[in-house]
């Protein structure tokens, strides 16, 4: 399995523990929830979904909404099928919940790792907050080191470009002191109204990152057929 389709099914499995959805709303929530799902097809997203019924993690459900019980006798068209995270595959999610190795703090995975940390628990997020702090801390000494070697060759735009690459990661590197300091206090980021985890910006080039408030995805056509 390639890195960026275990990070797929890890998504898949943490949005269906919240509510079971059909193959259109699982694209859009992990469009406007997740920042590295920006831009991948429903022929990504279906062959995932297959690996993980068959796997045992998830059952398919034929819809049961007005909409589309309506859906056959107007079309000609099947009902859209529902997906349901099952007992075996919500044991699965939170066994790479509690994971805190290295591959947690790589750019793509940290951005949906961090996610799902409303469902996370306290130990683990500290772990993979400092794992990325570390990271960025290596990628900070080494992309300075660089500079400073190579300073003299750059033209002033090529230069440019390399401070702003360095602040990008320098501007993480204080957003995960804050988090980390709030995790040692014991205080949850919690929103104002809904209890959900805060929206935090993390969308510079370090961390591939998760949307800013108001992103909206690119309209597209559901199919929501596929079995």
């Not at 859209?80 to 939170?94: C, M, N, P, S, W």
Request: glycine letters at 8%.
């Amino acid at each position: 399995m390639s890195r960026r389709s275990g990070i797929l099914e890890f998504a898949v499995l943490g949005l269906l523990r919240e509510s079971p959805m059909h193959g259109y709303e699982l694209r859009k929530r992990l469009n406007t929830s997740l920042g590295v799902f920006r831009a991948f097809s429903y022929g990504t997203l279906y062959p995932c979904l297959k690996t993980l019924v068959a796997n045992g993690w998830l059952i398919e459900e034929p819809g049961n909404t007005a909409e589309d019980a309506l859906a056959a006798p107007l079309t000609g068209r099947r009902a859209k099928i529902v997906y349901r995270l099952t007992a075996e595959g919500k044991e699965h999610f939170e066994q790479l919940l509690s994971q805190t190795g290295p591959d947690a703090y790589e750019d793509e995975t940290f951005a949906a790792r961090f996610a799902f940390f409303g469902q996370t628990s306290r130990d683990v997020r500290m772990r993979v907050l400092e794992g990325r702090r570390s990271r960025l801390e290596e990628r900070l000494e080494k992309m300075s080191a660089s500079l400073a070697r190579t300073r003299e060759r750059l033209d002033d735009y090529t230069l440019e470009l390399q401070r702003h690459g360095m602040e990008s990661v320098e501007r993480e590197v204080r957003w995960l002191n804050e988090l980390i300091e709030s995790e040692r206090a014991g205080r949850d980021l919690k929103g104002p109204a809904t209890g959900e985890p805060a929206s935090r910006d993390t969308t510079s080039g370090a961390s591939g990152g998760l949307p800013r408030p108001g992103d909206d995805p690119r309209p597209d056509t559901p199919d929501d057929t596929a079995t």
